[in-house]
């Protein structure tokens, strides 16, 4: 590829008509042109993808575990288990009695963290 295609590509690389998102400085044949800097340093984006993973780790983990406990298994445990599980099984049931708002509202947190997490890395 020769010098003037590569700073073409690069000048099309970094507009809005190919929605590719560019951090850097581009230039053409006659002059630097500065496009689209970042708008956060690079240790916040690190840091917040870093909590963004570990939310949707949890929502996801949360979902999974909350959502395979049988509320008729979880019934028995809180009236005739050990006195831990009994403890336990009486705060989990409440929330896993509502099983479709748990899992409406586990889906949506993890989708929303998923969202975020793209848009945070675009922009």
Known sequence: MS??????????????????SCFD???TAASWEFVAPAIFP???????????LIFSALFSGLTLGLM??????????????????RKYAKIILPVRSKGNLLLCTLLLGN?????YSLLHHIL
């Open 3 to 20: 010098s003037s295609q590569e700073r073409f590509s690069c000048v099309l690389a970094c507009t809005n008509e190919t929605g590719v």
């Open 25 to 27: 400085t581009c230039y």
């Open 42 to 52: 690079v240790w916040v984006t690190g840091f917040s993808s870093a909590i963004l």
């Open 68 to 85: 395979s406990l049988d509320v008729i298994g979880l019934d028995i445990i809180a009236q005739a288990g050990d006195p831990d599980e």
């Open 111 to 115: 989708t929303a963290g998923n969202i």
